[in-house]
């Protein structure tokens, strides 16, 4: 084996205990690093910024436990904004473990103490609904023909919140975070071309350039790009979080990636302009 | 302080054991897989049985009888096992594919082709001249991109317009390489909230 | 206040004429007046199988987990037609195929092409369906887990999986990679695409991997539903470059029109 | 006139048309109605989620009866799995709000799914170091991209350097914005014409088996 080839050899466990360890340190040791603010994470903060008092806001859990280590952060820092602004929030799941990050972000976002929000006049959950665009669709086109009881089970005519909120024309904002492209396109083609309503969206980093072109013509106001813009959302709303810290953690393991593939390559073009010489 | 939650301590177990197939396959990571499936599987019969409750049988406790109709439909689901009477379960499948189908495209030829066609037939000019240039290459990526999905019109791939598909192709994969760049970002971005729980919830060293 | 929807005119006629354009360009398909160009993908196709037969080493076929009852179903279908198309030239240059199989539905569909492939070649003797086309397993980490060692042990020249792929393409490429094979990869899910461009010796971006599918197929329907699909990426480039002029002169007409 | 396959395909355009006209028409019969379906289309899609754990049962059941593979076990197990979390699920009325079935799904269900995902975080380290490989102009073109947009997300470099930030940015400005809005076109009116075609019963996949 030639010197270029040896350059690659390392036995996988060698290469997986660096990458491990490339993400354990960070941890232990945060960097703190000065963050700088994307331009679509910017757009989703302001677009929430602009909304006046009482504003009422549709959000869709639309991640489970799967995405849950940076969508988790990204929707404790925006319902951060939402309650700080005072706006009333209809919150949903059309994922089918929607229903389970609920509780988790709950705790982490401390609506009660921190912001004196009250369930069912401030904000109210109704729980997973199936069918994806089928419930999106239903929910804007007539909420009350389609719900009956919140996530617990209260009959919704008892919740003040849903007193007077009938279906789109009642909602100012739909918002969602997703890990599924069905759940991210179909909010375009419900809330954005079928009721017309401003909308914003979170979702995996990998999904954001498909979704892009939604951004770049106004159908999405906003875009969450994952990790990234979950970070950007702490850092904006003054609550720093896993999602910042999560940041660090990249720094040393992408470094890492990056070594790894100028590393390959050399070895690569190496052992091949080698081979050419010999022949 | 190492947790002394025993629900943290099983989690952490699952999150080593998902995390050995990356080594070397082995038992423990085959039993943590069937303990997903399952548990997937079981999750979905909860929230189903809820979602029938609250969205059917709520419907028929106001004495909407015709909701017993959906109800047959959902048992006739069930008929795709059946060896003889299968085809029973193609009435509320065909239901749910006209409904999916007709929800989804009647929007998409708005978002996907009307919105996309109108934003690209914008004015190219822009403030700055960075704007401009930045306009153009758009322009020229989005129909170099298209061409390169045309595959029954000859002309567009021999004489004047032949150079099109060919850098709409390379636009493709640059735009690509940005969707890998944010792929590994994904991934790491979502171990590192695993191993903050390790570190952080289970293990105590870090606040 | 009219029937229709006010500010969806325009969607209105871009739908309605879709209708028209599918039913049309499969009328057309039918009478063969709708030909697809030839896919550079399928020219990379046929070198990879010359190379197997050359190194005397095996060529493995793979269509992915889809099924047909899944929204990926159409991914398999082109999956299996360039499967057929690989069978076939593996029956006439005689190349030894693998084409493991995931779905218990598509299996039978698979095994049919094959042996009509290699039946049509007249060499249906060569063939050994349990060995070459097995079923492996549904789960995804099984699956991956079942092509790494089927690789591993025969070390194939060539390596082609064109159909809808998940995370487990990165495991076969890198597995295929270390056999030293030559691969061909599609797939028209976009969030996989990234590796396929960056690990295949040659990659099916997206819509190539239906047009490959009806190109080998030559099925009217498939060729005429790209037609179809073609003359709306047409009518979508010329109105977005007379569209820019004149916005750019001034008229935002076309935008306008569109906005309508 | 074959009632197991013409009638589930009249049922499928029908409702297909009647979900386009509530779109493009202003008719209330035709709004009201479908309100209809999208509240019978929601039950439905619940139904249909038990169907994943009737197929397990079906496909392990066998493995457990047969005992003809050595990993039947696993199969017992995975069984096991659906039973307990039904059963708490199901057993308190609270459905998934009960405090045992957030124990045990953020215990077993919720660390296996966030972490199997992630853990590809791994592969794709190996991968950069095993093969990815600039070996042809195709995968050089990806490269260029792939590595500016890896230090636009490394934190590291853009807090030393703010210009790969700002690469990054312009990268998914008119390099992303323009092949992806011609990607995304090409999915559109794909997604539309194979719509099309399943409205009209041209495309059958969905029927299963003949």
């Not at chain 2, 004047?160 to 735009?175: D, E, Q, Y």
């Not at chain 4, 990993?71 to 307990?84: E, H, N």
Request: hydrophobic residues 50%; proline residues 4%.
């Amino acid at each position: 084996m030639s010197a270029w080839e040896k350059l690659t050899a390392l036995p996988r466990e060698v290469v997986l205990g660096l990458v491990l360890i490339a993400m354990i340190i960070p941890v232990i040791r945060p960097l703190g690093l000065p963050l700088m603010v994307g331009t679509m994470a910017k757009d989703w903060y302001d677009t929430v910024d602009a909304l006046p008092e009482g504003s009422i806001v549709l959000f869709d859990i639309g991640f489970g436990a799967g995405g849950y280590p940076t969508l988790g952060p990204a929707t404790i820092a925006s319902f951060h904004q939402f309650f700080e602004k005072n706006l009333k929030i209809i919150i949903m799941a059309t994922q089918v473990a929607g229903s389970m990050m609920y509780p988790l972000i709950m705790d982490a976002v401390n609506p009660e103490t921190i912001y004196g929000a009250v369930y069912g006049e401030d904000y109210v959950f109704i729980g997973y609904i199936a069918g994806t665009q089928t419930a999106m669709a239903g929910v804007l086109g007539d909420l009350y023909a389609i719900v009956s009881v919140d996530y617990k089970g209260t009959p919704i005519a008892q919740i003040p919140l849903l007193k007077d909120v009938k279906g789109a024309d009642d909602f100012t904002l739909v918002a969602y975070i997703t890990t599924s492209g069905d759940i991210a396109e179909g909010w375009v083609y419900q809330a954005y071309s079928a009721y017309g309503k401003d909308l914003i969206g979170g979702m995996l980093s990998m999904m954001t350039t498909t979704m892009k072109p939604y951004y770049d013509t106004g159908q999405l106001l906003g875009l969450l790009d994952g990790v990234k813009g979950a970070s950007d959302m702490e850092f904006l709303t003054g609550h720093p979080g896993d999602a910042i810290r999560s940041s660090d953690v990249l720094s040393f393991s992408q470094t890492l990636v990056l070594i790894f593939i100028v590393i390959g390559n050399i070895s690569y073009f190496g052992a091949r302009a080698a081979r050419k010489e010999e022949f | 302080m190492v947790s002394t939650d025993p629900l943290v301590w099983i989690a952490a177990f699952y999150t080593i054991a998902a995390t050995s197939y990356a080594f070397r396959d082995n038992t423990i990571f085959k039993f943590s897989e069937n303990t997903f499936i399952g548990a997937a599987a079981g999750h979905l019969i909860v929230m189903g049985v809820k979602n029938v409750r609250d969205f059917g049988w709520a419907h028929i406790m106001k004495g909407e009888m015709i909701y017993w109709v959906v109800f047959v439909l959902g048992i006739m689901l069930y008929f795709r096992f059946h060896r003889k009477y299968y085809w029973l379960y193609r009435y509320p499948i065909a239901f749910l594919v006209g409904n999916g189908i007709g929800i989804s495209i009647r929007a998409a030829i708005h978002s996907d082709f009307i919105v996309q066609i109108a934003a690209t037939a914008g004015p190219l000019t822009a403030a700055t001249t960075f704007d401009t240039f930045n306009n153009i290459i758009l322009f020229i990526g989005v129909l170099t991109a298209l061409s390169h999905f045309i595959f029954t019109f000859e002309g567009m791939h021999r004489g004047t317009l032949g150079w099109a598909p060919k850098i709409g192709r390379w636009m493709i994969l640059l735009a690509l390489g940005a969707s890998f760049g944010n792929t590994v970002m994904t991934r790491f971005g979502q171990y590192s909230g695993r191993i903050l729980y390790l570190v952080r919830d289970w293990l105590g060293v870090v606040a | 206040m009219s029937v229709f929807t006010e500010e969806r005119l325009v969607p209105l006629v871009a739908f309605v004429l879709a209708w028209l354009a599918t039913y049309l360009a499969i009328q057309l398909g039918k009478q063969g007046k709708i030909r697809i160009r030839r896919i550079p993908g399928l020219d990379a196709i046929e070198e990879a199988v010359g190379r197997a037969v050359e190194m005397g080493r095996p060529v493995f076929e793979i269509v992915g987990m889809g099924s047909f009852t899944d929204i990926y179903a159409t991914q398999t279908v082109a999956g299996l037609s360039i499967l057929s198309y690989v069978a076939t030239l593996s029956a006439r240059l005689g190349a030894k195929m693998y084409a493991p199989q995931a779905d218990v539905g598509v299996m039978p569909v698979a095994i049919e092409l094959v042996r009509t492939a290699y039946t049509t070649e007249g060499k249906i003797e060569e063939l050994d369906i349990d060995e070459q086309l097995p079923y492996l397993s549904g789960e995804q980490f099984a699956w991956a887990g079942g092509i790494i060692a089927m690789a591993a042990r025969m070390k194939p020249a060539a390596n082609i999986m064109v159909g809808p792929f998940w995370a487990e393409s990165m495991l076969f490429a890198e597995s295929f990679d270390r056999a030293g094979a030559m691969q061909v990869g599609g797939t028209a899910r976009m969030y996989q695409l990234p590796f396929f461009a960056a690990v295949c010796d040659y990659t099916l971006l997206g819509e190539e991997v239906f047009a490959a599918g009806a190109y080998v197929s030559g099925d009217p329907m498939q060729v005429g539903t790209i037609g179809a699909q073609d003359w709306y990426k047409i009518v979508g480039f010329i109105l977005a470059i007379i569209g820019a002029l004149l916005a750019t002169a001034g008229v935002p007409v076309i935008g306008d029109l569109l906005s309508l | 006139m074959d009632y197991r396959r013409d009638i589930p395909l009249a049922i499928t355009f029908l409702v297909g048309v009647i979900a386009v006209m509530d779109y493009y028409t202003t008719l209330k019969s035709v709004t009201d109605t479908f309100t209809v379906i999208k509240n019978w289309g929601v039950v439905l899609y619940a139904f249909a989620l038990g169907i994943g754990a009737v197929n397990l049962f079906r496909v392990h059941g066998r493995r457990i009866s047969e005992r003809r593979r050595a990993d039947w076990p696993f199969s017992a197990w995975l069984l096991l799995m659906i039973v307990m979390f039904v059963v708490v699920g199901l057993g308190t009325g609270q459905f998934e709000t009960s405090s045992q079935y957030e124990w045990i799904y953020n215990a077993i269900y919720l660390p296996i799914d966030s972490t199997m995902y992630a853990s590809l975080c791994f592969y794709m380290s190996y991968g950069a170091y095993k093969i990815l490989r600039a070996r042809n102009f195709d995968a050089f073109l990806l490269f260029i991209t792939a590595i500016f947009v890896i230090l636009g997300n490394t934190p590291l470099f853009p807090a030393t350097f703010p210009v790969f930030f700002h690469i990054r940015e312009w990268i998914f400005g008119p390099i992303v914005g323009g092949a992806y809005r011609g990607i995304r076109i090409g999915i559109g009116i794909g997604a539309v014409v194979l719509g099309i075609r399943t409205l009209v019963g041209l495309e059958t996949g969905y029927l299963g088996r003949r």
